[in-house]
């Protein structure tokens, strides 16, 4: 390497080392030398000016990140990948545990509410959520969490579908709310409480939009429910697994309030909901000496769990302990894949993450 400087060998002269030793430079050599110097301070000065726009980058994206993450952003945080390696424990290959709140905001739920088969899914699991969980959630979570029901309920204001799970759900949460707020101090939820209480009159807002919504009749003209045979009407009722959707049914007309109080239809819906054992404890007899199926219906709703059923549901691997989504792929090594999927009801997703 050439002395640009003074040097106290040959003050003035340039020298290089080489295998036999130090040489002097002729004034070619020189003028080499310094050339390369000066290139090579112009490619240090070009990985500077790069350097600098990578860190420029960096910070940008970063302040993207915590744009995403303020309270005026609308978008939820989430992950490039839809699916989520469940461990409740530390290993060789991993360090920590899995919780809700970081499964919550890697699985792609909003997309799933745009989906009509995985809709009810992912509102059973907001409500199973607001009842008990939300303060196991991260902050970044609770706040996805909030969009996510907002985009639910621009959903259904748009559709006019579904209106009365979502008022149960805003319902449940508003509840939850109430007696979180109070043990604000106590580190139950993430956040300035006057965030928690702009949330909670945002669904109050919510829940009135949600009762003023008025139904309109479709204008085109063609046949309707009420136009087909009294056996069809019946089919169609029998498809139906709630009784609340069976008895609003029944209010439309006069023939379909007594199609709503067939007994049969009724019967089908407690065997469908309820075992054999749970009918026989909640027996009701009327004055003819027939079976009450629809208040013993009512009546066995109010003590014990519906059976819930659902187009399309989270999907968890056996195998490489994986939660994602039936339609997305993952990392899998077994030989039959699919033998290995087990499908997760919202309750099941809740216990995956309770240790």
Known sequence: MPFLGQDWRSPGQSWVKTEEGWKKTNEDEKNNNVSEVKSFSKEEAYYKDN????????????????????????I??????????????????????????????????????????????????????????????SGVAQKNFMNILERVVQK?????QNVR???????????????????????????????????????????????????NRPTTA????????????????RCLSDGRDIVSLGQVCPDLGVLAEDRLLWKNLCQYHFTDRQIRKRLMVSDKGHLEWKKM??????????????????????HCHILFWKDTNHPCTANNAESCCVPVSPHGFINLFKF
């Open 222 to 237: 063609g046949m309707t429910l009420t136009d087909l045979p009294a056996s069809l009407q019946l089919n169609i009722m």
């Open 76 to 137: 939820p945080y989430f992950h490039k990948d839809q699916w989520i390696y469940v461990h409740k424990g530390s290993t060789k290959e991993r360090h920590g545990y899995c919780t809700l709140g970081e499964a919550f905001n890697r699985l792609d739920f909003c997309s799933a509410i745009k989906d009509t088969r995985r809709f009810n899914y992912v509102v059973r699991l907001l409500e199973l959520i607001a009842k008990s969980q939300l303060p196991s959630l």
């Open 51 to 74: 350097l600098l726009l990578s860190l420029n980058y960096d910070v940008a994206a970063k302040k993207r990140k915590k744009d995403l993450l303020n309270n005026n952003t609308k």
């Open 156 to 160: 259904v204001l748009d559709d006019q």
């Open 297 to 318: 219906y009512f009546k066995m709703t109010r003590c014990y769990p519906h059976k819930e059923q659902y187009s399309d549901t989270l999907q968890f691997c056996t």
């Open 165 to 215: 799970p979502i008022k149960e759900l805003l319902q449940t949460l508003y509840v939850s709310l109430c007696s979180l707020v109070k043990d604000m101090g106590k580190s139950v939820l993430v956040g300035n409480i006057n965030i928690w209480v702009y949330r909670m009159e945002n669904i109050l807002q919510w829940k009135q939009q949600l009762d003023s919504i008025q139904i």
